[in-house]
């Protein structure tokens, strides 16, 4: 579980997490802005990280735009491929005990569905599928 953020994440996301905050946190005077693409981060993540940063004074500014999208002007064209099974020596398990494994904490939590709205679990799903 990120320290930060409070969600759970991957040691790597976490160090990414962890290092952002700090950057800000250590650059940034008091009553600084960290502006934030609200179409990247869930609410919670948005409402921790407001948390920690105003334990510096420092403030969430949501931007109406990502400032990304506005300045990269020669942005290769997305690719749309179908989804592949990766091969075992990269995922660990196969697809259909990642499968087993999901509807079984599905059952186990009395959940219907899941929701994917980030990344990470797009690509977990995208490892289970």
Same mark, same amino acid.
């Given at each position: 579980? %990120?320290?930060? %953020? /409070?969600?759970?994440? /991957? ?5 990414? =997490? ?5 950057? %800000? ?9 960290? +502006?934030?693409?609200? %179409? =990247? ?8 990280? &407001? ?5 510096? +004074? ?6 109406? $735009? ?6 990269? &002007? @020669? ?8 989804? =592949?099974?990766?091969?075992? $020596? ?6 259909? &005990?990642?499968? @087993?494994?999901?509807? &079984?904490?599905? =059952?186990? $939590? ?6 994917? *709205? *980030?990344?990470? $679990? ?8």
């Amino acid at each position: 579980m %990120c320290k930060v %953020c /409070g969600i759970h994440v /991957g040691d790597n996301l976490q160090k990414i =997490c962890l290092s952002m905050v700090t950057l %800000c946190l250590q650059n940034l005077q008091k009553g600084g802005n960290v +502006g934030i693409d609200p %179409c =990247c981060i869930s609410v919670d993540t948005a409402h921790r990280w &407001e948390q920690a940063f105003s334990k510096y +004074g420092q403030r969430l500014v949501p931007l109406k $735009e990502n400032l990304v999208d506005k300045i990269w &002007e @020669s942005r290769p064209p997305h690719i749309v491929a179908p989804v =592949c099974i990766q091969p075992l $020596e990269f995922t660990g398990r196969s697809a259909k &005990e990642k499968i @087993s494994d999901l509807r &079984e904490k599905l =059952c186990q $939590e009395k959940a219907n569905a899941i929701v994917v *709205t *980030t990344l990470d $679990e797009v690509i977990l799903v995208g490892w289970v599928h």
